[in-house]
């Protein structure tokens, strides 16, 4: 029987970490290269890549491309530990790592006790389930980057201050962007001193409870709302082995058509006048807080909003 092309480069790809060639970490061929130098289709570059990420062998890593996973496919398994050292804190930290390594669906209580060499059960003790578990993992992550003591200098400055911290936080654990949504928030200490941060920002603003309510939450959601895509592209590389900028390449029969079309020719003329265009979400997440911002100026620091709707 003939192996199909997308094994064979599979196959090869694994030859080479098993000789060294490629060692954890290492960056593997993208799938544009794997269609060159197999001369195959992107789809079967592709389907190799997602082979090889459903074996272990390789994992997709944000803005780094598709990388050879720890120990040659297969994650290092720390020592047993004594459960009589495990604490709430080991728990919640070593969850986090897992959800930042894999992703938040594969946080289970049995893998995360493998993770800490436990009985399942020891997790118990220190955490009442997986959902009292991730309210804890969003507390410790927006944690990591603390906010600064004393009174906001001036509301624009304390509402930047946040929304930057919180893009930080989900840029550093992509999961938790997608855990709440703005009507059911999780109940976290470290998000309410967020809130309490920009209720005291604008407190000599003049607006009303509802609207200084509105603006917080407006800004939370912007955050929130961008920074759900770091993930949605970490999820969709990891299952297809194509980076955004290769998607896009694919997409060329689809652009070629709405030109052809000329029902489009405002967005024809856009792509025209942009040229080569590549979607920073950095980029984009400064270009809308100030955008955000700016638009709030003349209600806030007129003291307007009582009763708007």
């Known amino acids: 029987m003939t192996t199909p ?21 290492d960056r593997v061929p993208s799938t544009r290269q794997l269609a060159r130098d197999w001369n195959v289709a992107l789809a079967t570059a592709a389907k190799a890549l997602t082979l090889l990420a459903r074996e272990g062998v390789v994992v997709a890593e944000p803005r780094v491309g598709t990388v050879v996973a720890q120990g040659r496919g297969q994650k290092a398994r720390p020592a ?20 930042d390594a894999d992703g938040l669906a594969e946080l289970t209580m049995r893998a995360l006790a493998d993770r800490l060499g436990v009985a399942t059960m020891s997790l118990y003790r220190h955490v009442g389930g997986k959902d009292d578990l991730v309210v804890l993992m969003v507390d410790a992550g927006i944690a990591e980057f603390a906010l600064p003591g004393g009174q906001p200098a ?8 946040i929304a930057r911290l919180q893009w930080a936080a989900y840029r550093a654990h992509p999961w938790m962007a997608g ?13 309410l001193r967020h809130t309490e941060w920009a209720m005291r920002a604008l407190a000599g603003s003049g607006l009303d409870a509802e609207t200084r309510m ?33 998607w896009m390449d694919e997409q060329g029969d689809e652009l070629r058509w709405i030109g052809e079309s000329r029902n ?15 979607l920073d979400l950095d980029r984009l997440f400064e270009f809308g807080l100030g955008a955000l911002l700016d638009g709030l100026t003349p209600m806030i ?6 009763n708007r709707r």
């Open 5 to 25: 092309p997308h094994a064979r480069i599979a196959a090869d790809i694994k030859r080479r970490v098993a000789e060294g060639r490629l060692r954890p970490g």
């Open 80 to 99: 047993a530990s004594s459960e009589h050292d495990l604490t709430r804190q080991r728990v919640v930290r070593a969850a986090v790592e897992l959800a």
């Open 154 to 161: 001036d509301w624009r400055t304390g509402l930047e201050t």
């Open 179 to 191: 855990l709440s949504s703005i009507t059911r928030p999780v109940p976290s200490p470290a998000l």
């Open 214 to 246: 509105y603006v917080q939450i407006m800004l939370y959601g912007y955050v929130q709302g961008i920074a759900a895509n770091i993930e949605k592209e970490r999820r969709a590389q990891a299952a297809t082995g194509v980076t955004a900028d290769e």
């Open 264 to 278: 489009y020719p405002a967005f024809v003329q856009l792509l025209d006048d942009l040229g080569e265009f590549d």
């Open 301 to 306: 620091e007129h003291g307007r909003g009582r």
